[in-house]
């Protein structure tokens, strides 16, 4: 029988496969169904630096305040009042209900005071806190390493207001990643998550208006998180967690095979059902069966740049092969 425990963040789990921060892990019973269905963990959908900020003030208007600079937080919110005490609550009901890890998530922009909520949120009982640091950099008068280093400071922040594990959940839009996880590394965070997957604003030709909508992710993204996870795995010391267009076992395999720790899904599940979680892990289990592999370790980044014998597959090499073999 293939064992499929792992240690991510410095916590054990009973299995590499992760229900992503997402509309369906507000909610107990789909916390509880991950769990029935083979989750190693959960991490709870996150409390926004908005909503903070808004704390006792109707949530759909701070969120059209600030739709310019985080996108992202008005789509994901349901109009409705909700704020950190709920927040604290939702981590409290989930480590009851839950044997699993529970990692709670920050999604913020910027270093602030709600530093104060990560100690918050380790005091309810998080097992790890995910930050999700994003923001819309707009303004061309602020360079690139002006943007990572007050990222770094964000992190920095949280990290040193915790005791529990802190992982961050990046964009892939720098212009040095590897640098930058370099750079998270040194602040003692535990892992990276890549990659969270950006909603971009439509234009609705109709209302003659901007318009946003939540889309669920196709399995051809993952081919981001693989080439990142491929390139970092065994040149920082940090978890990689998988995360983006992960939609059935070989997918999570591959990302396994790259150098993933963990799995994260969010649209899969949100698509098929919590349930399919089932499907994904005993497709894991019968993939290792076959190989004869009887644990995780076994295999996890054999196929990373650091493995393989032609370590350009994972760089610009590839590209040009692939370009100048076509003829249309
Ligand atoms: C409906 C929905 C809500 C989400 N809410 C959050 C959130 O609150 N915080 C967060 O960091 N990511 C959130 N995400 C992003 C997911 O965690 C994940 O990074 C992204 O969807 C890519 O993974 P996937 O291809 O498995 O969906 C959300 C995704 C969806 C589909």
Known sequence: MADLSTHYLGLKLPSPLILASSALSNRIENLEAAEGHGAGAVVLRSLFEEQIEADNTLLEEAAAQHAESNPEARTYFPPQRVGPHEYLSLVKKAKKALGIPVIASLNCCAPGSWTGYARQIADAGADALEVNVYAVEADPSVPGSE?????????????????????????????????????????????????????????????????SMMSLSTPTEALLPLRWIG???????????????????????????????????????????????GKVQQGIEEWMERRGHSSLDEFRGSLSQKQISDPGAFERAQYVHLILSQNI
């Open 147 to 211: 943007v990572e280093r007050r990222y770094v400071e964000a992190v920095a922040g949280v990290r040193a207001a915790v005791k529990i594990p802190v992982a961050v959940k990046l964009s892939p839009y720098f212009t040095s990643l590897a640098n930058l996880v370099a750079q998270l590394q040194q602040t003692g965070v535990a892992g990276v998550v890549l990659f969270n997957r950006f909603l971009q604003p439509d234009i609705s030709l109709e209302k003659m208006a901007p318009q």
């Open 231 to 277: 390139l970092l795995y065994g040149r920082v010391q940090l978890d990689l967690a998988a995360s983006t267009g992960v939609h059935d076992a070989s997918g999570a395999v591959k990302q396994l095979l790259a150098g993933a720790t963990v799995v994260q899904l969010a649209s899969a599940l949100s698509r098929n059902g919590v349930p399919h979680l």
